[in-house]
């Protein structure tokens, strides 16, 4: 009923820039707080950013001054602006989002994108 359909990953060199893009579509009644995580190859998914409907953001402390979270609230869209990107940023990057559907205006659960891999080169 929910779907979070990323987009902008890709291979760029170290330096360089990207933006991911998240797209929510479905049975959406609310969307609160939605953002991006990221696993490496061995690694946990960890959290890189996020941003409640407020426009409120939190950033991984490593990510700060480099990547910037914003929101389209009429889009149901996120989006990931990441700047002087590392080799170490290289990952699959996920779409999260907290949505409470039409059949359930009251019950938000989280709900995951597909993923889009970002491939940093030195």
């Known amino acids: 009923q929910v779907q979070l359909v990323e987009s902008g990953g890709g291979l760029v060199q170290a330096g360089g820039s990207l933006r991911l893009s998240c797209a929510a579509s479905?049975?959406?009644?609310?969307?609160?707080?939605m953002g991006w995580y990221r696993q490496a190859p061995g690694k946990q998914r960890e959290l890189v950013a996020s941003i409640t409907s407020g426009g409120i953001t939190n950033y991984a402390t490593s990510m700060k001054g480099r990547f910037t979270i914003s929101r389209d609230n009429a889009k149901n869209t996120v989006y990931l602006q990441m700047n002087s990107l590392k080799p170490e940023d290289t990952a699959v990057y996920y779409c999260n989002a907290n949505i409470a559907t039409v059949d359930y205006t009251r019950l938000f659960r989280g709900y995951w994108g597909q993923g889009t891999q970002v491939t940093v080169s030195s």
């Open positions: 479905g049975s959406i009644f609310s969307i609160n707080a």
